[in-house]
């Protein structure tokens, strides 16, 4: 399985303000998912990122608010953008290991907006 | 797009007993059929999976079956342990490299 590292792991941030979060690999992925998990719900993905192109955005969030970049193989971030205490969720990124379809979970980022 | 209903939502069971969670799908040209398991403040680990050839697949006390026709897969948890209590995910993907897409969720509670 893929090593995945966050940063941060935590934050409490500011209404109006904006957050980056990084997402670090420990090999080179094609693809890099972003999804967010609201408070006792599932996962939802904001976003599809393949390295040298513009991300793919799912219905509901738009590159504005959660701008994305994949600078290479092993690496891409996340901002949340003009932060509203409706932001508050816990956003993780995901990638498929060596084996086929199986993907896994970075340990997550909790953002808290007050 | 794929539509992932999964039941129940929650679910508690005697330490011992076994647990059945069930998912249904909309879209016949997915082809891989994932389970995770979520611990409270933790990330989603991959328990077991299954792909659209196969149509049961074991690893110790948890399994998954897959019925393409009625396009629903269910997880299967014998003999509960208390460590068994958390948040099961199915989620479903069409192709390799593709986002998956998940179900709600299902609360297991083990009572010892």
């Known amino acids: 399985s893929a090593v995945i590292s966050q940063k941060p792991s935590r934050d409490i941030c500011q209404r109006g303000t904006s957050l980056t979060i990084q997402c670090q690999v420990d090999?080179?992925?094609?693809?890099m998912f972003w999804y967010r998990q609201q408070p006792g719900q599932s996962l939802t993905l904001i976003a599809t990122?393949?390295?040298?192109?513009?991300?793919?955005?799912e219905s509901g969030f738009v590159i504005d608010k959660f701008p994305i970049s994949r600078p290479n193989l092993t690496f891409s971030t996340l901002t949340v953008s003009n932060m509203s205490p409706e932001d508050s969720s816990i956003y993780l990124c995901s990638v498929e290991g060596s084996s086929y379809n199986e993907q896994f979970f970075g340990p997550g980022t909790r953002l808290t907006v007050l | 797009g794929e539509n992932v209903e999964q039941h129940p939502s929650t679910l508690s069971v005697q330490e011992g007993d076994s647990a059945v969670i069930k998912c249904t799908y909309s879209d016949s040209a997915s082809n891989y059929f994932p389970w995770y398991k979520q611990e409270l403040g933790k990330r989603p680990q991959l328990i077991i999976d299954?792909?659209?050839?196969?149509g049961e697949k074991k690893d110790q006390r948890i399994a998954v079956t897959l019925n393409k026709t009625a396009k629903h897969f269910s997880l299967h948890i014998t003999e509960t342990q208390p460590e068994d209590s958390a948040v099961y995910f199915c989620a479903v993907q069409v192709a390799g490299n593709t986002p998956l897409v998940f179900g709600k969720g299902t609360r297991l509670s083990v009572i010892a």
């Open positions: 299954i792909r659209s050839n196969v």
């Open positions: 990122a393949n390295q040298g192109s513009e991300a793919t955005y």
């Open positions: 090999s080179q992925v094609t693809m």
